[in-house]
């Protein structure tokens, strides 16, 4: 009983080891990140459609409940990027921005993103989030990256400017271009040109200076909060706030406050399938992030115990005024770097926004929202990462394929479809791979018992005897295949006798492949020919020892491909292993 409070409750695990030195790691880390999250967190709401409080009611419960449940002692929890443009998305198309039912149905995402990922972690199923391919999911992130950014230069602007895709976004920028705002523009420019160069220029400036490298990181996280301070005096101590430059305006001075997701069946229906991809989407970047930063220190972290941990991280989201979150590989490489050693830093992060909520959210009323949308482009573009269609062109034109498909569709379709595409095309992707497995004849290797391809080594064959290895489990894609493969080669030589089915990278035989053998099988014995199989692993011959594949077949099961050669050819004595 208390291994499994332990398995589904890590803090019990890590918070018997905290001592004074893992405290002071995890509030420093704790300040910096603080530091960070609050200009964030305000942009990411607003990215999503929601009032600015909202990202930091999102950036509180969630982080203390993922302390309690997550694995990660890195991984920072709260609103990101492309979960705020697809929260956007979804609740765009169900309520009207800015009224009670587009918050409410925020909340609802936030709670079925929250429940699908706990029914995932509790029956340990986090392994379906496998079925999103890396180049899949780079490919969305940077065209994801560009809709943001894209969709924040109206903001940059001054202009009332909409749409889903890039090429309505561009369409509708140019058509409000004439109304841009002078002093806009100038302020979300300068905002941005300044947040670009503080990420690759305070730093080295700094150090040069003489100031610690510590310090000199400290700095440069805090990049954002410099250009909130200086903007918003800009703007409310000459009030330009009457010059039609966009602020934040009132920001409620209160912790989270208790909130109620909807459960109207017809708004569960229409957020179901939103929820489902923001969840696989989420916990695919989180992951990613957490076992990176886990890996650098040797630390282990469990998958479907992740899915628990975020799972009640979006419930609490939903109950506390938020949307839904995930791990942001900002943040999460921020907490690293800032020598977090447990997940408690998160949990003093979270006490460190409540506080900012109470005490601090008055000071942001003259904030531009020009600056929290150059927060929110110099972020997502380092998402973008237009490599990734040449590397996978040099690599696989499968790759390419499914990662060009991907980008184009969720520019021109919107992000749902292109994240949809992405999971068809990874399935799609690996099905087509594995209905056609490498089949390699192979020989024998001479002065060795080895077996190599015949069309890459010079090796000792048999015109009698046909070996084929295949390098795939069988299972009812690539069964036919496998038919058809020996029925050709069978067919095209008269001389031989035996046919060896070498299978050693053969990890599993479903029922198809089963009977495809049997058919094989079948057709040979007609034939006259003998059909064998060598290499066979334990658990797959396990499998069919339960069928009568065993019983028909009119061949031997060899334990090695040499006792097969040297058995059926009758070539083999004294040259075979010349």
Known sequence: MRNALRRYVPMLEWGRAYDRTALSNDLIAAVIVTIMLIPQSLAYALLAGLPPEAGIYASIVPIMLYAVFGTSRSLAVGPVAVVSLLTASAVGQVAEQGTAGYAVAALTLAFMSGGFLLVLGIFRLGFLANFLSHPVIAGFITASGLLIAASQFKH???????????????????????????????????????????????????????????????????????????????????????????????????????????????????????AVLISIIGFVESISVAQTLA??????????????????????????????????????????????????????????????????????????????????????????????????????????????????????????????????????????KTSRPHFAEVGLVPGTQHFRNVLRHKVKTDPSLLTLRVDESLYFVNARFLEDLIQNRVSEGCEIKHVVLMCPAVNEIDFSALESLEAINSRLTDLGVGFHLSEVKGPVMDRLKTSHMLDVLNGEVFLSQYDAWSKLSPRHGVNAAE
């Open 156 to 274: 940059i602007l001054g202009i009332e400017a909409e749409g889903h895709t890039l090429l309505e976004i561009v369409a509708s920028l140019l058509s409000h271009i004439g109304q841009t705002n002078i002093l806009t523009l100038v302020i979300g420019v300068a905002a941005t040109a300044f947040l670009f160069w503080v990420r690759k220029g305070l730093k080295p400036l700094l150090l040069g200076l003489g100031l610690g490298a510590r310090m000199a990181d400290i700095a440069t996280k805090a990049g954002p909060v410099a250009a909130v301070v200086v903007t918003t005096l800009v703007i409310g101590l000459g009030g330009l706030d009457g010059a039609g430059v966009k602020i934040v305006g009132t920001v409620p001075q209160s912790l989270p406050p208790f909130t109620l997701p909807s459960f109207s069946l017809d708004l569960l229906r229409d957020l179901a399938v939103p």
């Open 295 to 432: 890996a650098k220190k040797r630390q282990r972290i469990d998958p479907d115990q992740e899915l628990i941990g975020l799972g009640a991280a979006n419930i609490g989201a939903a109950f506390t005024g938020g949307y839904p979150v995930t791990g942001g590989f900002a943040r999460s490489v921020v907490n690293f770097d800032a020598g977090a050693e447990t997940p408690a830093a998160g949990a003093f992060t979270a006490i460190g926004l409540a506080i900012a909520a109470v005490a601090l959210t008055p000071l942001v009323y003259f904030l531009p929202k020009a600056t929290l949308a150059a927060t929110i482009i110099v972020a997502v573009l380092s998402l973008v990462d237009f490599s990734i269609l040449r590397k996978t062109w040099a690599y696989s034109k499968q790759d390419f394929a499914a990662v060009a498909a991907t980008i184009l569709l969720t520019l021109t379709m919107g992000v749902e479809i292109g994240v949809a595409s992405g999971v068809i095309l990874s399935i799609l992707l690996h099905l087509y």
